[in-house]
């Protein structure tokens, strides 16, 4: 059902870029009764059949013939729009959001010539949130966009994508984080490690296109990045504290009137926005109420929630596999739980759990709550988790008991359908990023296709030579994201059905872990998902890269990365040593001979010797 409806919605996406290419011209059907001239200095005298005319600052003037002198002259009063290398006065945008998306939209604009304001409706910008992944697709993009943004992000970059990352057994991994590869003997042999299911063709997927390899940087060291690179380009680019709350369209050509949060108004040819998921431009766009949930929290200002909530947690780790791996699926029965290396011998996981709406335990991590503010605060969230992954490796317990209780996040996860019917623009205004597409985070693109927005905005937006062509540039924007973007919601949210609602352990003819149907079924698409879907889909969401192939350029930052990045790590690993880190509990491994075996394939082995 999901596939037939992704398929309807390109097939529309599709129609709705053939009627815009096929749709009458205005300008070609007036053009033989009508001469237009345009002047763009105030010197310029023109004179067109007779009439002439003082041509005003950046001004359109039009002349026509006596049988279309009856037309409103304020039909007319367009103006005209220049770059650094084109005569006219620049193009003035307001961003609503300063976040990811926002600020890289800023920053592109600023590039072109562009009199770009951010409207944030944070007082001040403070160093929060976790890693955001940049798969190579927006590496691409950012080195399009400016080369100095892309070598700084790269020096605060940590490579995942060059080593071994894919999904794990949960339960049939032995806990000794070994790297193992696969091999067709497990199905007769019952010593053959069955630690790893599939391994995603990440590197492989990069080559191909010739373009860095996937990884994280740290949200705060981006945004800074980013706000620097502004700051050098307009000192006051930014309005802290006075967020956008509404806007009124003037009309074709005449901009868009942004109402801020203070009570103040400002004018704009344009109004962007990229304030998040709960948007406020969104929220004026479709009629829609801030925030305004359901009585049943399925829904929430148009999103639905996606049926899961994830904790999230960061620690110092050495573990035997620390080099060897970026991230890790761990799957089991309903759930799965991740880690990735983030940099610095720091491992970030989430474990993502098929609970109600509302069963809020921790912080988002993102403001305005705190750990008081949550269901059982005294609640220690570590044995919490674990106790949701009884009978898991002893990996996943390793990786828990060495992260501080206190650090824990937790976030419901909503997610959008595409917007095929009511677009991204109203006049002169348009969305981008979590705005319009929020999606879940499994194929780490959320942040991604927002950079891709940004890209795609301004190149369209640079294209327009009058006030007239704005709408018609926001809606060639649409066109040209709507189709990928609608994809690329469809595969993120079909990994998370895919893994809690149809994966389960994978059966083995040498235990008793997967019995069910849909273990069955998830041992015959292994090789199915190796083959064919994850190669196709990594090299999918690659296929998008303006930069062009980088030649050398991707294994040369891999080889300078690595040993930056042993060196950093094996500090922070001493470091924790020296000083301690705040363990969940006592480490599985410290109580393993005191205690009964927990793990369900440590439950199998004691079993078998005792036979």
Known sequence: MKLLLSSVFVVLAANVRIADAFAPNPTLLSAKTTTTTITTTTTTTTTTSGLSSLASPS????????????????ETDYEILGLPARPGRPLKVAIAGGGVGGLTAALCMLKKGFDVTVYEKTSAFARFGGPIQFASNALSVLKEIDERLFQRVMQKFTFTGTRACGIK???????????????????????????????????????????????????PDLQEILLDECKQMKQDFIQNGNPVIGYTNNGKGKGVTVNLADGTQQQADVLVGSDGIWSAVRACMYGEEIKKSSPDLLERQGCKYSGYTVFAGETILKTPDYYETGYKVYIGPQRYFVTSDVGDGRIQWYAFFALPPGSKKAPSGWGGSERTDQLEPGENLVDY?????????????????????????????????????RGWTDGNVCLMGD??????????????????????????????????????????????????????????????????????????????????????????????LQYVIFPFQFAYLYSYYPSGRMGDLPETLRQKWEEQHLKVSEE???????????????SFFQNAASTASTTALAAKKDNESED
């Open 169 to 219: 057994d949960g339960l049939r991994s032995d806990g000794s984080f070994r790297m193992t590869q696969d091999s067709l003997d497990y199905l007769w042999n019952p010593d053959a490690p069955a630690d790893w299911f599939v391994k995603f063709p990440l590197k492989e997927c990069a080559d191909l296109f010739g373009l860095p390899y996937t990884g994280v940087i740290d949200r």
């Open 59 to 74: 001004k359109t003037s039009l002349f026509m013939s006596e049988d279309e002198s009856s037309e409103s002259s304020s």
């Open 572 to 586: 922070a690993f001493e470091r924790v040593e020296k000083e301690g880190q705040k363990a969940a509990g006592p």
């Open 435 to 528: 705005a319009v597409h929020a999606m879940m985070p499994n194929l780490g693109q959320g942040g991604c296709q927002a950079i891709e927005d940004a890209y795609v905005l301004t190149e369209c937006l640079a294209n327009t030579k009058s006030t007239e062509k704005v709408q018609d540039a926001l809606k060639d924007y649409y066109n040209q994201r709507i189709v990928r973007v609608s994809i690329v919601q469809f595969l993120s949210r079909l990994a998370s059905d895919l893994i809690i609602n149809a994966f389960d352990t994978p059966w083995s003819p040498h235990d008793n872990l997967g019995k069910s149907w849909k273990s069955y079924l998830t041992f015959f698409w292994k090789p199915i």
């Open 385 to 421: 988790i674990k106790s949701l992954h009884e009978g898991w490796s002893d990996e996943i317990m390793t990786v828990l008991d060495s992260t501080p209780p206190d650090s824990v996040e937790q976030r419901d996860l909503y997610d959008r359908y595409p917007e095929i019917l």
